[in-house]
């Protein structure tokens, strides 16, 4: 008796257990569901500001050669040959060449002079670290009043300035600097333009 009772409970449990894999899922496409999303937005930093400091020397330069001719055969002899180059800060931009050729010192000698002065800028730039994350390096871009810009220097991550000595012609393109932070993902940010460059 009791084993017929529970071989009909067990078939009961069995057909139940059917049915109800065979049932629809109550869902519908019409059902919604509300979703929490938080998007990330990363910002690059660039630095907060850029320190430039700028001068220009000028270097004085002059070659005395001393030059003996045969006055038969017309051949030339160097007999002397001296060069002194004296170097001073300058407020402009100076070059310049002159050269002057007078007689002597010795019989059927001649000595030629040529003075040369020319102007070097040096410059600098220093600059704080960006607070980003990832950063991978810095660039500090020349821009010239033609609208024109140029890569002048990259460093590593932890190096916050750069100096470069260039000749002084270049101011006649009115360069202005800015430094921009550089990250390991591809994303940069620049820093604000510095006044025009000068001796």
């Not at 065979?22 to 500001?49: E, F, G, L, M, N």
Request: charged share 10%.
């Amino acid at each position: 008796m009791f084993g017929i009772r529970r071989i009909l409970i067990l078939s009961v449990l069995t057909v139940a257990v059917i049915a109800g894999a065979s049932v629809p899922a109550w869902a519908s496409y019409a059902d919604s569901a509300t979703v929490s999303t938080t998007i990330v937005t990363t910002t690059v930093a660039a630095p907060a500001r850029l320190t430039v400091n700028d001068s220009c020397t000028t270097t004085t330069t002059v070659v005395r050669r001393t030059v003996r001719t045969d006055p038969t055969t017309g051949a030339q002899t160097q007999t002397a040959y001296s060069s002194t180059s004296i170097s001073a800060a300058s407020s402009s931009n100076v070059q310049s060449s002159a050269t002057t050729t007078v007689a002597g010192p010795g019989w059927n000698e001649t000595t030629t002079t040529t003075t040369t002065k020319n102007t070097d800028l040096a410059v600098s730039a220093s600059w704080p670290a960006s607070a980003s994350r990832g950063v991978s390096g810095y660039l500090v871009t020349a821009h010239l009043a033609d609208g024109t810009s140029y890569p002048m220097a990259q460093t590593a991550a932890g190096t916050l300035s750069t100096s470069a000595t260039v000749d002084a012609d270049n101011l006649v393109y009115q360069p202005r600097l800015s430094v921009s932070t550089l990250t390991s993902y591809g994303w940069t940010a620049q820093s604000t333009i510095s006044g025009y460059l000068s001796c």
